[in-house]
């Protein structure tokens, strides 16, 4: 009798629920707020990197231009990873919901 209690406790399941808690809609609304400030934030990283990469590579200060480049290629990489999060998110989250 145990065993049989056991397996049934044991198949657990679970699906996301938007409507499940309360405030909910909130969270969406400061996900979607912050996936929207973090966008803004890269697009300001890139045109300050562009700026000092430019100016630093007119003054011939390779120090300075090596920065602004870098920064630039992580603003880059910052709104590319940005874009791809709700993608790579449900990739992901159906890959684990395939293991048996």
């Not at 880059?76 to 449900?90: E, V």
């Amino acid at each position: 009798m145990t065993a049989a209690v056991i397996a049934v406790l044991a198949d657990v399941s679970a699906s996301p629920d938007p409507k499940g808690l309360p405030g909910s809609s909130v969270a969406e609304k400061l996900v979607n707020g912050l996936f929207f400030y973090t966008l803004i934030g890269c697009l300001a990283g890139l045109l300050i990197s562009i700026l000092v990469w430019v100016f630093s590579s007119r003054a011939q200060n390779v120090h300075h231009a090596t920065l602004g480049r870098q920064g630039t290629i992580i603003a880059f990489f910052g709104a590319l990873i940005t874009g791809a999060a709700p993608a790579l998110i449900n990739f992901f989250q159906d890959l684990g919901s395939q293991v048996k």
